[in-house]
Structures are given as structure tokens and as C-alpha cells.
């Protein structure tokens, strides 16, 4: 099998998000599917140099309307036996059959600009209709392409993804207790809620922000902590000495910050939205995302009773393990062969 992948989503500093997830996918293919040829588009090659793949470069930036030109030329004589796109930025014209990943329609509910809601509503619908599978990340997700995208639930492909690999790090003494947020400042996170939720705890915790542009922290209320740039070790040792790690989004289409809190031993109160009560199962207390008294309630419960505390820890655990990007990859890597061995 000779194997396409838009690569652009990868070409930024650092791997989060989408960026980790493709990279994650393609470089376990590279070791568990040595047999298959990988080709990549990307912008900086820079990225692909240590995997064994064919780097294509390109010059368009995804959602951009040069990609649909340069991706048409690209694939239209080119013997690929299945192209994949890692999101929404798709061209309306590929001449050869592909499958793509919505990893949620947040952009939907929460349009950066009047030209979002626009995309979506044409060339995303368009390209989504035209995938023969679309990949998604959770059930939630995969219900909201069927009612918003008109996509057919019976192609949506639901393959969950993985979160920071290895054990949790033994709690240390960490002074005074700390609740934990990792984040960013897009409306759908909710950080506002556990602001409001915090007031008053200020004596009893701090509040630990890890988010790299909060405006909302600008200046920090009294007892909140920011936090931005670390290691994925850094990022490690917060989860394993706080008190709580808290979810508190409107809105997610998987919910990584909540299963990486699970996977690295933190006790988890988590927003009862969307994707996020398929994700945590019955290892967090959850709560309304709209009601700041409520969470402070159950941040009061978690603090009151440490073995409350130990058993949403250990429960955490157990969840987790449940998930892994070995899991995910391999998934994908036997949707992509099924896939390529269909006639067209």
C-alpha cells in the first residue's frame, strides 16, 4: 500500500493537538507497518527528517484557497491507494478517494469570524460528504457530523485517541495544595467558570493555570498561578501533586486534558459536556459547566475527603488505561489497509 497524508497540520513548533496526534500516527506506522510507503505533504520538511517517509512538499497552508488548486494537481496522476486528511482542511476537488478526521465541531458553536460558519456550511459539508469514511474521535462528535454535516453515521469510523505515554510520577511535597487547569483562552474552555468557582478557596489552595495566552490571567487573581512552555515532564509532575485537576469546557470533541489528568494520577472533576462523560466514565465528578457554585461544591467535596481523592485517583487509573495512541494508531493503520484493498 502506498499511503498519502497531508502532513501541514504537524508543521509547528511544537507537537499538541492535532500535530501529535498525526505525527503520533504516522511515525507508529513507520515501525509496526514497515511493509507500506508513506508519502507526506508538508510545508516544512524539517518535521518528517527522522521518519522513513517521502516528504511532498507544498506551499499551501491549510484552509487556504491555494490548497485546493495544489492538492488537486498534486493527487490527480499520482497512484496513491488511499489519501487521508487529518481535518477539516480538505480541497473540494481530490480525484482520488480519501478518508478524513473531524476531531470536533467546536468551530461550529464557536465561529472565530463570520467566514468560519461560511466554510463550514459549504466546503466543509461538500468534503465531508464526499469522504468515504470520516474518522472521528468520539460518539458525541460522530452525532453532531450526522445532525450538522449531514454525514451518514453508518460511515463515521470512531477510533479514540491516546495521551501521554508512561506510568504517573510519584507525588511529591508540593507546599501548599493546588487545584490544576491545563487549557487555552478560546471561549469553549470556560476558564471564567472556575475563576468564579476558585473565589473564596484562596486560603485553602492555589489554582495552577497551564495555558500559554490567557488573557482572563492578565492580571492573575489572588492565588492563581500561571503557567506556560513546559515539558511534557513538567507537565507530568503538576498532574501527579494536585489536589484536583479540573475540566471545566463548554465544549470538546475528545477531551484530551481530561484523560491525560486520569492517565497521570490526578483526581478529576470534569464538566458533564459533550464528549467528556463518554471519555471520563464514572473516574470524575461532574458538574454543570454553567453553574461556578456548583463546581466549587465538588472542589470542596474533593479537598474535604482524601479518600474521596484516592478513589476518583485510582479510578482515574483504570480508565485510562483504557485508552492509548497504540490503540488509536493501530485502528488506524487497519482502517487504511481495509480501505486500500478495495477496488474503487
Known amino acids: 500500500m502506498h ?21 503520533t500516527i504516522i511515525e507508529w506506522g513507520t515501525r509496526h507497518r514497515p511493509q507500506h510507503k508513506i508519502s507526506v505533504a508538508a510545508r516544512n520538511p524539517e518535521r ?16 487556504s484557497l491555494y490548497e485546493h488548486l495544489e492538492f488537486y494537481r498534486l493527487l490527480r496522476k499520482s497512484e496513491y491507494d488511499h489519501v487521508h486528511f487529518p481535518s477539516l482542511a480538505v480541497p473540494i476537488w481530490c480525484p482520488k478517494r480519501y478518508s478524513m478526521t473531524v476531531h470536533d465541531l467546536i468551530p461550529w458553536h464557536y465561529p472565530s469570524s463570520p467566514l468560519v460558519r461560511v ?15 470520516v474518522l472521528s474521535a468520539s460518539r458525541h462528535t460522530a452525532k453532531e457530523m450526522q445532525k450538522y454535516l449531514g454525514f451518514p453515521a453508518d460511515r463515521v469510523l470512531v ?6 505515554e508512561g506510568e504517573p510520577l510519584a507525588p511529591e511535597p508540593a507546599g501548599k495544595p493546588y487545584l490544576l487547569c491545563v487549557t487555552n483562552p478560546k471561549p469553549h474552555k470556560n476558564l471564567h467558570t472556575l475563576l468564579e468557582a476558585f473565589q473564596g478557596l484562596e486560603d485553602r489552595c492555589r489554582l495552577v493555570v497551564v495555558c500559554a495566552d490567557c488573557p482572563q490571567l492578565n492580571p492573575a487573581p489572588a492565588g492563581v498561578e500561571r503557567r506556560s512552555g513546559l515539558t511534557d515532564e513538567e507537565i507530568r509532575r503538576l498532574y501527579a501533586n494536585a489536589s484536583v485537576a479540573v475540566v471545566p469546557s463548554f465544549h470538546e470533541g475528545f477531551g484530551l486534558p481530561a484523560l491525560e489528568a486520569m492517565l497521570l494520577g490526578a483526581p478529576l472533576i470534569s464538566s458533564q459536556a459533550t464528549s467528556l462523560p463518554e471519555v471520563t466514565g464514572d473516574a470524575a465528578l461532574l458538574f454543570d459547566p454553567h453553574s461556578a457554585d456548583e463546581l466549587r461544591q465538588k472542589l470542596i467535596q474533593v479537598l474535604d475527603n482524601p479518600s474521596l481523592a484516592s478513589d476518583l485517583r485510582q479510578r482515574g487509573l483504570e480508565r485510562a488505561r483504557t485508552f492509548s495512541w497504540e490503540k488509536s494508531a493501530r485502528a488506524h493503520w487497519d482502517y487504511f489497509e481495509r480501505v486500500a484493498a478495495q477496488p474503487d
Open 119 to 133: 466554510y463550514l456550511t459549504t466546503v466543509a459539508r461538500w468534503t465531508v460528504r464526499q469522504a468515504h469514511t
Open 3 to 23: 499511503l498519502f497524508v497531508d502532513g501541514r497540520m504537524a508543521d509547528t513548533p511544537h507537537l499538541h493537538g492535532i500535530a501529535r496526534y498525526l505525527y
Open 159 to 164: 477510533i479514540y485517541h491516546g495521551g501521554l
Open 48 to 63: 518528517w527528517k527522522s521518519l522513513p517517509v517521502n516528504v511532498v512538499k507544498v506551499r499551501s497552508k491549510p484552509f
